[in-house]
């Protein structure tokens, strides 16, 4: 008991001793992020953002009156790799919140040690499974793919149909989003007529379309990104079948329209509304972040902005504003004030989040899109 | 019908490139009895720089031939700098190196070139035709057909110039080859030079239809030498059957069964093929003359 008072007494002397000083210590904050490796795509503008608007905060005076101090480390995209950095974050570089996690994999791998320490952790990764449980520490920006299907189903329901044909890669994504649509799909008055898959790297889909034709689906729904998107839709135009083809959110970059060429006209697809900030109307919220946003980053980085930067950014923002609404970075406070999160305009949307909810978008946060003249057009 | 014509013309272009694949497996397998597999890199190759240089400008056809030279040389340096020095080395070890190149080939590509998927248009546009009910792409008549005539002019080559004689003898046996004058070691390298240009062919024929990108070639190898074994390795009309058996096995399991497990079942049906018949489906048995 004497020793802890005498070392209490050091400490409080200490504290008083440099007392203006320790108010200007720079408050530390975690990330640990995907730069390298396979998911270089997405964990890249994310350390680009962290850094740009780490720069910014400072710039303009910082948090609480002290300066933000970001220590980052490039998990590879290795699950192993972000688990030990995550204890580094917790034990040796003592930050007091982590804004990062690529990867759902990297993601899940940290959580534990994040919850352990009572560190606040914002995830930047798309997987249900970061908030769902929730996990009293735990949040994530990124909108998820069970609201892509459901915003999907949605705009199904408002054209007048009801029975879906889905078709999806077994990949990851693909797999996971297809068990999410099946999910949701009774919720939302969809009937699943068919259900195909093919593999990675497959160079042909006109046999599970056929199939497809032959269940008496009213559209075709695809999840999957990249290069198995693009022949889906071309098969499907191929084909001629005159059903209407949507597409996931994977497939929001200009390289799909490209790949896909004119049989992606009319391909419809729920995205964030960072691929269209021009588009959006004037009374928009999001739209001053989104643009702000873009501009800022590809003056400065020389590169087409990203949505995943995006996500980056959505995080940092909802940090630096809880340690300010908290008044201090104490991990529960802060914890408190981030659940607290009410009307927040970030680039991925509008974010209410409750103790309940650890990441708060809404379907508005998806926007309908429809491919017209190889360009994007914001239905709603 | 419709569906059935579908199916047929599904299974046949994609049975068409491991068609080619498996031809070019045979090709080496025949000359030297390695199994190359780096072919499916020549296949990647044709694809991906034909996609370059039309893209910096080329007219196709140009751009396919430079494509074509560039596997071809590629196929000369793979012999003449990982196979030849290492010449009676045993069969496996072979194998890694080619697998070692594979790697080394699919490495620079992506540096080279980058990692994203590429498109060509199609060559007689994208307005499918109408058979039967069914919808074929015209760049599928044009696999088919390119496929077609290169196991034709493979046929011609082998059987009726002195040089596939040449081929053909030393696949038949090395040593009385050279005893009558053969030049083995460019017999081999022809061998090389002439799967990485059918690889190549077969890459520039497909990519239309399935994209390409610097990853494709793993693939493609996997399967045509599943082909190439299914016809009995070293029997080039058997590599061809099988690529094509191949091809309607997925589309129809595809088609017919379960989209989830095609490959699965596509696989089974070879494996229960080799359990009844070891040699293949057109293969020689394997007979020790005393």
Redesign the interface.
């Known amino acids: 008991m004497n020793r802890l008072r005498f070392v209490l007494g050091v400490a409080s002397a200490a504290l008083l001793a440099t007392g203006p000083l320790s108010a200007a210590e720079p408050i530390k904050i975690g990330s640990f992020l995907s730069v390298t490796g396979p998911a270089s795509f997405l964990g890249d503008p994310e350390k680009r953002t962290l850094e740009l608007y780490a720069e910014k905060i400072n710039a303009a005076g910082g948090v609480l009156g002290r300066k933000i101090e970001l220590v980052i480390y490039d998990d590879g995209g290795d699950a192993n790799n972000a688990r030990t950095f995550a204890t580094r974050l917790v034990e040796s570089d003592k930050v007091v919140a982590v804004v990062g996690g690529t990867t759902t994999a990297t993601t899940m791998a940290a959580i534990p040690v994040f919850e352990d320490a009572q560190i606040p952790f914002i995830s930047l990764a798309g997987g249900i499974e970061i908030v769902d449980p929730v996990k009293p520490f735990t949040f994530k920006t990124p909108h998820t793919d069970k609201m892509a299907c459901e915003k999907i189903f949605e705009d199904v329901k408002k054209r007048g149909f009801s029975k879906v044909g889905m078709i999806s890669s077994t990949a990851g994504f693909g797999a996971s989003m297809r068990n999410q649509c099946l999910k949701v799909a009774p919720e939302r008055g969809i009937q699943i007529v068919a259900d195909e898959r093919y593999a990675p790297g497959d160079t042909d889909t006109t046999p599970q379309l056929n199939k497809i034709k032959a269940s008496g689906a009213e559209v075709i729904v695809n999840a999957d990104f990249g290069q198995g998107s693009a022949i889906v839709t071309r098969n499907v135009r191929q084909l001629g079948l005159e059903l209407p083809l949507y597409q996931s959110h994977g497939v929001a970059s200009k390289s799909f329209i490209d790949l896909a060429g004119p049989a992606a006209e009319g391909v419809r697809l729920p995205a964030a509304a960072m691929l269209v900030p021009e588009q959006l109307p004037d009374s928009d919220p999001q739209k001053k972040v989104v643009l702000d946003y873009k501009i800022t980053y590809e003056s400065t980085q020389k590169q087409p902005v990203s949505t995943f930067g995006g996500h980056a950014y959505d995080g940092l923002m909802l940090l630096v504003q809880a340690i300010q609404r908290a008044g201090t970075t104490d991990g529960v406070k802060v914890r408190d004030a981030l659940q607290a999160t009410k009307g927040f305009v970030g680039t991925g949307g509008v974010v209410n989040m409750s103790a309940t909810d650890h990441m708060g978008l809404d379907l508005s946060a998806f926007r309908m899109l429809e491919i017209r003249n190889g360009t994007w057009k914001l239905l709603y | 019908m419709a ?1 059935l014509v ?2 047929l013309f ?1 299974g046949l ?2 049975g068409a490139v491991y068609a080619l694949v498996a031809l070019g497996f045979t090709l080496v397998f025949q000359a030297s009895e390695v199994v190359n597999f780096a072919q499916g890199e020549f296949v990647m190759l044709g694809g991906m720089v034909t996609v370059f240089a039309f893209e910096a400008g080329l007219p196709l056809p140009l751009a396919a031939a430079l494509a074509i030279a560039v596997a071809v040389a590629t196929g000369l340096l793979l012999h003449r700098l990982a196979i030849e020095p290492a010449k009676g080395a045993t069969v496996v070890t072979l194998i890694i190196v080619t697998i070692g190149a594979s790697i080394l080939i699919r490495g620079l590509a992506q540096i080279v070139f980058d990692k ?4 060509l ?1 199609a060559f007689s546009g ?1 307005e ?1 035709l109408r058979l039967f009910g069914a ?1 074929i ?1 015209p760049q599928s008549l044009w696999v088919l057909a390119g496929a077609g005539a290169i196991v034709f002019g493979l046929w011609l080559f082998m059987e009726h110039t002195l040089l596939g004689k040449a081929v053909r003898a030393t696949a038949a046996n090395r040593l009385a080859a050279e005893l009558v004058g053969i030049d083995t070691r460019i017999v081999l390298a022809l061998a090389f030079a002439i799967s990485a240009a059918i690889g190549a062919v077969g890459g520039i024929l ?1 990519t239309p ?3 390409t ?1 610097y990853a ?1 070639g793993t ?1 493609l190898a996997l399967k045509g030498f599943a082909a190439a074994m299914l016809g009995g390795i070293g029997n080039p009309v058997g590599a061809v059957l099988s690529g094509l058996v191949l091809g309607l096995l997925e ?2 399991a ?2 017919w069964i379960s ?2 497990y ?2 699965g079942v596509a696989f089974l049906v070879i494996l229960l093929v080799l359990l009844a018949m070891p040699q293949g489906l057109l293969g020689r048995r394997a007979v020790e003359r005393v």
């Open positions: 569906e579908q199916l599904a272009t994609t994203q998927f590429h498109a248009p994208d499918p919808a792409l497909v239809i399935t994209l990108s494709v693939i589309a129809f595809a088609g989209s989830t095609k490959d």
